[in-house]
């Protein structure tokens, strides 16, 4: 997969003081990972969250983003967020979605 060295820095940003998090190189790629559960990653003009299949209309119905397809069978509870439409604030609220369902899972 791909990624995109600004929203690479963009969500170093974003998750530099939060306790947990560690960046892990997948797929030629990045993605974060919340007490070893992955909790986000970027490619190329995108975010990916993981938001849990609990969470995942409420994910939908938000701005920029759709179901996470990567082998024509969407991924039950991950997301894409078109980068245009996470920066500053509503990259923070991606985030945060996302931590409430990866904090609740059992750390690895």
Request: hydrophobic share 45%; net charge neutral.
């Amino acid at each position: 997969m791909p990624y995109d060295p600004e929203l690479a820095d963009r969500m170093r940003v974003q998750l530099q003081s939060r306790i947990g998090v560690v960046e892990k190189k997948m797929f030629g790629g990045y993605c974060w990972m919340l007490h070893g559960n992955m909790l986000c990653g970027v490619e190329v003009g995108r975010f990916m969250f993981r938001v849990g299949a609990a969470q995942e209309a409420e994910a939908l119905a938000r701005p920029g983003a759709r179901p996470m397809d990567i082998t024509g069978k969407p991924m039950k509870g991950f997301v894409w967020v078109d980068a245009r439409e996470a920066d500053g604030a509503p990259l923070e609220a991606w985030i945060e979605l996302a931590a409430r369902y990866v904090g609740s899972l059992a750390p690895k």
